[in-house]
């Protein structure tokens, strides 16, 4: 609802736009965005031909904070120092920036009040349209209020008032940033990079195999070789609270040794999610392909020093 409304303000302001909504697991509570274009109608024939996902945001709206901690989610992929991100929480801009270590404008919309009857969630939607169309610049309030009436007209003037209300108090709650949101750049052809390939051996059948019936094999299948983005621990900054990560590690993949928390990279699918949960930030996410190549170097190294002593 929050990407009609915004799309619908938006072609009312005099833009070409193009609005659409992505759906994960069809489950309650599963993690679900929008996406918003929009190109200034310069000439008659001007349209959007890009229909993908949008790589490079110049403004994300995060509705939920407890989806920042969720890598499967995305919130924040594609970012750039350019980007705003204006995320719906409780917590202050400079905690989140601690946290997420961001060089992005980052801006909190303060959350409404806790509904006591769950049934009557606050209209989020409503709110993130009404701070994002602020944000933007080109957007009037009558042209969002427009577009409100427009989408939830057949919801009743009840539903309608309400929604307007809140996207108002939105709007309103982020003056002193309007406009802050600016148009990103063309992605030129020719700064086009080929994706880094990953080398994925395949292991026998008698691993590799769907029909494995013998008891207690999980360890012989190497999920690790899933893995995209591999977390490393900075001893240097681990304080040993191992109970943290080696608890909330889905995969039991982390083991403790005299209190000092262990990464088992064969097993580890790389879910980030004791990234997410290191209380002193100790451990970091790196692409494995970069951990791939710093093992080879280190293998080779340690190669050439073995030669070296026979030879001596």
Known sequence: MASRVLGTALFRSGFIVQDAPKYGAERRGAPIFSTVRA???????????????IHRPDLVVVADDTLLAVPAAGTLHGITTTTVVLVNSRESAATWRHRLNLEATL???????????????????????GAAACLLGVIEPTALEAAISEELATLGPEVVASNRHNAMAAFDAMTAHRGSVEEGNAVSASDYKPPAWIELPVDDASIAAPDIRAIANSVQVRTGLWRTIRPVIDYDYCKHCWWVCSTLCPDSAIAVNADIPVIDYDHCKGCMICVSVCPPHAIGGIPEYLAQQQEDGEAAAGRADGADTANR
């Open 39 to 53: 190109a200034r109608a310069a000439a008659e024939d001007t349209t959007i031909k890009e229909r993908g996902t």
């Open 107 to 129: 801006l909190i919309l303060p959350t409404t009040e806790e509904a006591r009857d769950r049934a009557e969630l606050p209209h989020i939607g409503a709110i993130c349209a």
